[in-house]
């Protein structure tokens, strides 16, 4: 999909580009899968395997995907990218026209374990639900990963294994005559009273070999590194600061702060401090029998370290600004689509729920998803989307089955390619 064109001219532009295009371009060839690996028709998958987040890094080069096991695995490419390319040519690497990016296991961790909260009475799973690269230092990779309560922060880092090649004794040599005396405690002399003291001291290993004269040079062992292996070290752990589910986490262009959301509240993290979060955002009401809509995703601007924007469940996006105030009760800006006069229904509100929203990288456009569309939108305006891409339409006779087996109530995810040229998102197959 191309968001740059509107609903009426992307086919047929779509159509001159793709001709051309196709010749050059290898074919992909898509498959569903849950989990790695290879599987043969109606063989059973596990439910711990069954992946649950992926994430790319700004680059590219580095993929991590998390699983319902709370396992992270991540991944580096192989393919090799021309250093010396102009700014031109490495952005039109995002969508490759020989070849297609390839990735290679790199290593994997085990990132959450299964815990129990005992003053809810709550079963606390591992599964993975959000995964967030944070900027590297000193050729260590750092990422963020979330369950439903419990954030970890994560460093990625080759360690060299050492070991002792030469040893630093040598007791093969001989001295003078080919023979080597013992230390030995052995003596003739009688026993000493309580107090008293030998001549030599006797402490000495009876075991080590010594020349006559002792050894001529002292040679120190050599250290040499064998294999370098990759180790995953948490540094810290983000806990205790939600009622509620995590649905997000995000990642601040000044790389010191986070934030993380749950259906009432937005929480500002920094890096370096776990013991404490400021909350930023509350839409928890006095009464809760008041509440009539809950976030359910936020994004920090890839930009403005002040700006962030949060969805909610009656299909808003609302953008504030931190620097108004502690508690961002007022937003800066809001995009809303409004219904059109009697088009309203029982299902209304249910599809519009927004799901997830993404930040171009430009951070001039916001990518919003909700069950039925794909919705673009400028920052400049907040009157209405620049385009909207009709994903689930041919459902929408069938929302009673939907709604009856709790299909309508399925989230899906979306992004923006680096070029900002083209989106993806979810679907049924």
């Avoid at 580095?62 to 040519?89: C, K, Q, S």
């Avoid at 969805?311 to 937003?331: F, P």
């Avoid at 920052?379 to 939907?402: I, K, W, Y």
Wanted: include cysteine; charge should be negative.
């Amino acid at each position: 999909m191309n968001p740059r064109d509107s609903d009426d001219d992307r086919p047929g532009a779509a159509a001159g580009s793709s001709s051309a295009a196709t010749e050059q371009q290898q074919s992909l060839e898509w498959r569903f899968a849950q989990v790695f690996g290879e599987r043969a028709a109606g063989e059973d998958v596990q439910e711990v395997d069954i992946i649950s987040a992926i994430e790319f890094d700004k680059s590219g080069d580095h993929l991590a995907t998390g699983d319902r096991g709370g396992r992270v695995v991540l991944f580096e490419r192989t393919d090799v990218r021309d250093e010396h390319a102009n700014r031109r040519e490495l952005e039109r690497q995002d969508v490759p026209i020989t070849r297609h990016p390839e990735f290679r296991y790199k290593t994997e961790f085990q990132s959450h374990e299964p815990e129990f909260d005992y003053l809810k009475s709550l079963e606390i799973e591992e599964k993975i639900n959000k995964i967030k690269w944070c900027q590297t230092a000193n050729n260590a990779l750092f990422l963020l990963s979330t369950n439903d309560k419990t954030i970890k922060y994560w460093k990625v880092q080759e360690k060299k294994v050492k070991q002792v090649s030469v040893m630093a004794l040598d007791t093969s040599r001989t001295v003078g005559d080919g023979t080597t005396s013992r230390a030995s405690t052995s003596t003739s002399e009688p026993p000493l009273p309580n107090g008293g003291c030998s001549k030599k001291s006797d402490s000495l290993n009876s075991d080590l070999l010594f020349p006559p004269g002792g050894y001529p040079s002292l040679r120190l062992p050599v250290v040499t590194s064998q294999d370098v292996n990759l180790v995953a070290r948490c540094r810290r752990v983000y806990a205790h600061a939600h009622d509620y589910h995590i649905n997000s986490i995000s990642n601040n262009s000044d790389g010191e702060t986070f934030i993380s959301a749950d259906d009432l509240r937005i929480n500002l993290w920094n890096l370096e401090i776990n013991s404490q979060s400021f909350n930023i955002v509350d839409v928890k009401p006095t009464n809760m029998e008041d509440l009539t809509e809950v976030i359910t995703c936020a994004e920090f601007h890839p930009t403005h370290c002040n700006t962030l924007a949060y969805s909610s469940s009656k299909g808003s996006i609302r953008l504030i600004d931190l620097r108004q105030s502690a508690l961002c009760d007022n937003h800066s800006k809001i995009f809303e689509e409004h219904e059109a006069p009697g088009a309203r229904s029982f299902f209304t509100e249910i599809i519009a729920s927004i799901s997830d929203v993404k930040f171009s990288r430009d951070g001039r456009y916001l990518l919003s998803r909700d069950y039925m569309t794909l919705k673009l939108w400028d920052l400049n305006m907040d009157s209405g989307p620049v385009s909207t891409f009709q994903v689930h339409e041919h459902l929408r006779p069938r929302l009673c089955d939907l709604y009856e087996n709790d299909s309508i109530f399925d989230k899906f995810e979306c992004c923006l390619s680096g070029d900002g040229l083209h989106v993806a998102t979810g679907s049924y197959g």
